[in-house]
């Protein structure tokens, strides 16, 4: 499926479909919102030939029925969740672990077939699915990069084999999330602008002597003040320091003390409501740096500015890439560059499109539209001798809006933060 075709049928759907029934008390976005997101949904179902989704991702399915539960996150190894969704939404059902009927009965516009025991999920999908929609049904489910399972192998295998031949359905979900409605965004400016609360708190404190961990302590706990909310979404943070600490960037925050000239790395967010995530990157130097290093950060915030006026509609995922690389290309530093220098985000930290140069994707260079909310990250890794000299970008987020592109991670500079 390429991805500009499926985004064009999505935008063709502004009328949500009936679900039948009443809101259930806990429902996190008004019904209509989800009588939309089905309707497109169904749309995507038809251009991909398909009669029947079986989901079985946290994040799809919330997304799709409302369902939120800690289950997911405390015992979804043993007790996975699925909504199988069918063209008429009144045949959709959410099969669920019967312990956690109440949750879903009280977040959920979808009826429930519970199961009692692990054993039990895939053969009850099956069952239902063949119930719902007959024999030969044309099945798609998530598989592809970008998409997955939350279900044991042992289950997924199962339903690969008694649905089989099940297609990839994978970009039919990330396609309809890419494009946000305004409940949405809102909830993707409170978490950014929580981040924004979270990194201005604790780098205006932070000193030679601060642990990794206090930073990223520091942060969680202003986000979670400024509007993050607790989630099945767990907060996603991180601060490295320092030549020995650069290449493990992706590592969680350690004991070790900020010291003088150190440049530190500060990545990440938090969810608000509905789990909507955040991701910003910002760095810090304590005490005097080299001259290159703020030469490495002039060229990354620059790249960043360059990236920001180049977003508006009709504007290619790998044009935005192009327009960040452009920058270090001119001042000598493009072999430091990576090959993704950005994301969607939305009920996970990395969505589709990836801002990346597409060469062996085409059918992924997505072009942009209003409603995407994107990442933009043109990170700098230098190399001397072999040896990382330090990680060097301004990550914000925006929207994309009828004419361009709205700041949403407004007020948190991008310039190199000085720590005493």
């Known amino acids: 499926m390429h991805i500009n075709t499926a985004l064009d049928r999505v ?5 949500g479909v009936e679900l039948a029934g009443t809101a259930p008390p806990h429902l996190d976005f008004p019904l209509a919102e989800y009588a939309l997101r089905y309707a497109r949904v169904v749309a995507l179902m038809d251009l991909a ?3 029947v989704l079986v989901l079985t991702s946290e994040q799809s399915t919330r997304y799709l029925s409302g369902y939120e539960s800690f289950i997911w996150t405390g015992a979804g190894r043993w007790l996975p969740g699925s909504m199988v969704v069918t063209r008429d939404p009144a045949a959709a059902r959410l099969v669920i672990a019967s312990l956690d009927a109440g949750a879903a009965g009280g977040t959920s516009w979808t009826a429930c077939e519970p199961y009692a025991r692990p054993e039990e999920f895939a053969p009850t999908i099956v069952d239902y699915v063949r119930k719902a929609v007959g024999p030969g049904a044309r099945v798609g489910m998530e598989l592809s990069p ?9 289950a997924v295998q199962h339903l690969l084999d008694a649905c089989a031949p099940v297609r990839d ?10 494009l946000k409605s305004p409940l949405e965004v809102d909830r993707l400016r409170t978490a950014a602008q929580a981040a924004v609360a979270g990194f201005n708190a604790a780098l205006d404190k932070a000193c030679a ?8 302590c520091a942060i969680t706990s202003t986000m979670y003040q400024n509007g993050a909310v607790p989630s099945g979404m767990p907060p996603f943070l991180n601060v490295v320091s320092g030549p020995g600490r650069y290449p493990v960037a992706n590592a969680p925050a350690s004991l070790k003390p900020l010291a003088a000239g150190d440049t530190v790395f500060v990545d990440g967010g938090a969810p608000a409501r509905g789990g ?3 991701d910003l990157m910002r760095i810090a130097a304590v005490g005097e740096v080299g001259a290159d290093v703020t030469a490495w950060m002039d060229a990354a915030v620059a790249a960043n500015t360059a990236m920001r006026a180049a977003a508006r509609p009709g504007v290619k995922a790998s044009e935005l890439y192009e327009a960040g690389r452009a920058v270090y290309e001119g001042r000598g530093l493009a072999d430091f560059t990576g090959t993704v220098s950005g994301h ?4 996970e930290v990395w969505e589709r499109p990836l801002i990346g140069p597409h060469d ?3 059918e992924e260079d997505a072009r942009l539209r209003p409603g995407m909310v994107l990442c933009v990250e043109p990170l700098l890794a230098p190399v001397d001798d072999g040896i990382l000299q330090g990680l060097f970008c301004a990550e914000d987020t925006i929207l994309i809006t009828e004419d361009g592109a709205e700041l949403l991670s407004e007020g948190l500079d991008r310039d190199l933060r000085r720590l005493p």
């Open 11 to 15: 935008s063709e759907v502004s009328t």
């Open 49 to 51: 030939e398909l009669d």
């Open 209 to 216: 002597g601060t642990t990794e961990e206090e930073l990223v």
């Open 146 to 154: 970008g998409s997955g399972t939350h279900a044991p192998i042992g």
């Open 276 to 278: 909507y995530m955040s």
């Open 344 to 347: 969607g985000i939305g009920l």
């Open 169 to 178: 359905a994978g970009a039919v979900l990330s396609t309809v999330r890419m």
């Open 360 to 362: 062996h994707d085409p």
